[in-house]
């Protein structure tokens, strides 16, 4: 069983910037796809950044420019950037692991940090 454990979050004001870390336990990181999620409230929960096995990234529209998601193999753990944030940013940022490519089920989330973008 995989676990997935963010850390990070906080309250910052407009314009700052935080960075946010994912561990994951097990032995399968290396071949997964890695991303970030988010859920504002009374939203539906987006994808906000996603990274490859072998290192190609996507961005929602919305974070491109502003926020960069990298990995560490050799740590097992996903970062995120995120720079000039703003107050739509605010949201719990969920870490998701995905190998079902490799193996069947392999999806799993972390509980998720709390982002709040405020003055």
């Known amino acids: 069983q995989v676990q997935l454990v963010e850390s990070g979050g906080g309250l910052v004001q407009p314009g700052e910037s935080l960075r946010l870390s994912c561990v994951a336990s097990?032995?399968?990181?290396?071949?997964?796809?890695m991303g970030w999620y988010r859920q504002a409230p009374g939203k539906e929960r987006e994808l906000v950044a996603r990274i490859s096995s072998g290192g190609s990234t996507t961005y929602a529209d919305s974070v491109k420019g502003r926020f960069t998601i990298s990995r560490d193999n050799a740590k097992n753990v996903v970062y995120l950037q995120m720079n000039n944030l703003k107050p739509e940013d605010t949201a719990v940022y969920s870490c998701?692991?995905?190998?079902?490519?490799?193996?069947?089920?392999?999806?799993?989330w972390g509980q998720g940090t709390q982002v709040t973008v405020s003055s």
């Open positions: 998701n692991l995905d190998a079902r490519s490799y193996l069947s089920n392999a999806n799993y």
């Open positions: 097990g032995n399968i990181f290396k071949i997964s796809t």
